[in-house]
């Protein structure tokens, strides 16, 4: 492959929609695996693939293309895949569209979530309308599997590189390349002298110029712990404020937050790599062939935008607390002359070893960091970080402002409510969350960088006359309270607009439908969030609160149980007078319970056989009265 152009004989597209990084770890992986093959391979996000104009002839350059997605908010697509997604439903694309292309699908979702995989459900059966050839049966993965995205992730990869080598036959006395064999690196690190003062290319530009326009400076205005200091778990309510008067926020949306590794943990993995003669220098990342760029690859490190220290690289940009993924491991197994280590890191490499693998990292939540301080023999060469070490991406947390408190006067204004993870692990280390510990330790007047992700409610003033079911334990009241807050401003505005057509005589009802919040928490002196509030919203619009403090009384009550008694009133507003209901908070067990909860009181209340409240479900979340955010 030279000059952006594919070879046309062996050569492959990994092309990924990811929201967190785990389908780009996937995909990253699977681009690997791919060159073993001796397939000239581009790994790039969905949204870098050519606009639909140019579609076909680029994706019919390469042997076989692998889409790999998760799936966000309501059955969406991520971010980045929108709008290749979007050029796929144009109505005029003919039926035998992409007649020239094979492919495969593989999807990361989460089966806590009703519309478990659909992005990659609707994008393989988009791509067979369209006319492209399936080489290899979507695979499927699910947060909730005893062994993580793994447990299927592994052996599909496995059968598929089969599969391949049988459908792309190598050249008579070719073997695929060794796992011993380390692959050369697409990206480097290089220190200052070594750039010889190198302008960025035109792609590394417009990389950079989409990068900065997604991001905002934010000054901190309030850090509170809302939980007693005598709770065991620690809540904050954070309050930033930014000078943009053109930002605005939906409930629902998120805003992601870019942490920093703790200047411990950096000293301990220069100590660890023998790091020290670096640290102190100016490094720049860039292809080893610079046609990767033109061609569509998506970079790592999306946030390294200049030359900055190797320290500073470190502490923003790589993540040293990550639980290492197995491809982790291939990658250590080539930087030590050990034996024993080498053989043992290879081992977690194995698929027969999965077990063991998930008992040796996830279990006891072990950190990258320690990894490479128990494997002492692991010398990572300082140009490979990049490569060896997976990226320190930011956090996402559901805004919990809405309506009058978005602005604090012409500035835009965030607040969130965040649980600072803080734990030990079955070997009694105490493991902390990295962006919630640099929360926590995050001083008012402190300035970082934050955006906006868009959420899945999906909520407009032009169904404010429609009641809402909320049901948010824990810290899912965050993006509940935005709603709340939401539509008081807009019972507030709707009235104020009848009282001029009326002159002003204050005599009508509110506008806006019942709210209904269901609650829950361990203790209700403990962590009942925002109790005032809900007193002093009840005054102004109409608001119903029902709790569930699961440890305060002999026997636990959930929110799944306030929902059964609650069951009549439920009922009635959603069967009878179109009510929307939303259900945010941790995965799990609890969302699969209160959606249980729910179609036992339609039938109890409603007069719906069971199979009948389950298709009423079923088409509430198609008209997307049935809306669920939950995350691990």
Avoid at 61 to 85: E, H, R
Wanted: proline letters at 5%; one cysteine or more.
């Amino acid at each position: 492959m030279s000059n952006g152009v594919v070879s046309p004989d062996r050569s492959a597209l990994v092309a990924y929609g990811s929201e967190t990084g785990n389908a780009v770890d996937c995909s990253e992986e699977l681009g690997r695996a791919l060159e073993r093959l001796h397939f000239a391979t581009i790994v790039s996000a969905l949204d870098h693939v050519p606009p639909a104009s140019l579609l076909t002839s680029s994706l019919s350059s390469y042997s076989f293309v692998l889409f790999v997605t998760s799936t966000t908010g309501q059955g969406d697509f991520p971010s980045n895949a929108k709008t290749f997604w979007k050029s796929l439903l144009r109505k005029k694309l003919p039926a035998d569209y992409l007649k020239d292309i094979e492919f495969s699908t593989f999807g990361l979702g989460d089966s806590s979530y009703p519309q478990f995989n659909w992005a990659v459900r609707k994008l393989h059966k988009r791509l067979l309308q369209l006319g492209a050839a399936e080489i290899y049966p979507r695979g499927e993965a699910d947060e909730q599997h005893e062994e993580g995205l793994d447990g299927s992730f592994v052996p599909w990869t496995t059968d598929l590189r089969s599969k391949l080598l049988n459908r792309f036959a190598l050249p008579e006395g070719v073997e695929p390349i060794p796992d011993d064999v380390l692959l050369p690196p697409k990206w480097v690190l290089s220190t200052q002298d070594n750039l010889n003062g190198e302008e960025p290319d035109k792609a590394t530009k417009a990389v950079e110029a989409s990068h900065d326009a997604t991001r905002l400076t934010v000054t901190l205005r309030m850090n509170k712990r809302m939980t007693p200091l005598s709770h065991w778990q620690d809540v904050r309510h954070l309050d930033f404020v930014g000078q943009s008067t053109s930002v605005s926020y939906d409930p629902g949306d998120m805003l992601t937050i870019y942490p920093e590794n703790s200047t411990s943990d950096v000293q301990q993995l220069i100590d660890c790599m023998h790091w020290h003669e670096v640290a102190k220098n100016l490094v720049s990342l860039h292809p080893t062939e610079p046609w990767r760029l033109s061609a569509g690859e998506t970079p790592p490190l999306q946030g390294f935008l200049h030359p900055i220290t190797f320290r500073e690289l470190l502490t923003r940009h790589l993540d040293l607390n990550a639980i290492p993924r197995r491809s982790f491991f291939s990658l250590l197994a080539h930087f030590t002359t050990d034996s024993f280590q080498k053989d043992r890191l290879i081992e977690f490499t194995k698929p027969e070893y999965l077990d063991e693998l998930y008992d040796y990292t996830t279990r006891p939540r072990r950190s990258i960091l320690e990894v490479l301080q128990e494997f002492d023999s692991v010398k990572i060469p300082w140009q490979c970080a990049a490569n060896v070490l997976p990226e320190l991406r930011g956090r996402q947390f559901s805004i919990a402002s809405g309506g009058h408190s978005k602005r604090d006067g012409s500035n835009v204004r965030f607040e969130i409510l965040v649980a600072i993870v803080k734990y030990k692990t079955v070997i009694k280390k105490i493991r902390e969350g990295v962006c919630t510990r640099y929360l926590a330790e995050l001083k008012p007047g402190s300035q970082i960088n934050v955006s906006l992700q868009k959420g899945g409610l999906g909520v407009t003033q032009a169904e404010a006359w429609r009641p809402v079911i909320l049901v948010g334990p824990g810290t899912g009241v965050a993006p509940m309270r935005s709603l709340i807050w939401e539509r008081l401003q807009w019972s507030l505005t709707l009235s104020s607009k009848v009282d001029n057509r009326q002159g002003g005589n204050g005599r009508h009802s509110s506008l806006v439908g019942n709210s209904i919040l269901v609650y829950g928490c361990r203790n209700q002196a403990a962590d009942f969030f925002y109790r005032d509030e809900w007193r002093s919203i009840q005054d102004k619009m109409p608001l119903s609160v029902y709790t569930a403090f699961s440890r305060d009384q002999s026997s636990k009550i959930y929110v799944q149980d306030i929902v059964h008694q609650q069951g009549a009133e439920i009922a009635r507003l959603v069967l009878s007078e179109g009510a929307i209901v939303y259900v945010c908070g941790s995965s799990g067990k609890m969302p699969a319970a209160v959606r249980g909860a729910l179609s036992g009181v339609f039938e109890q209340y409603g007069g719906l056989t069971h199979g009948d409240a389950e298709t009423y479900l079923a088409r509430m979340e198609k008209e997307g009265r049935y809306k669920q955010e939950t995350w691990g």
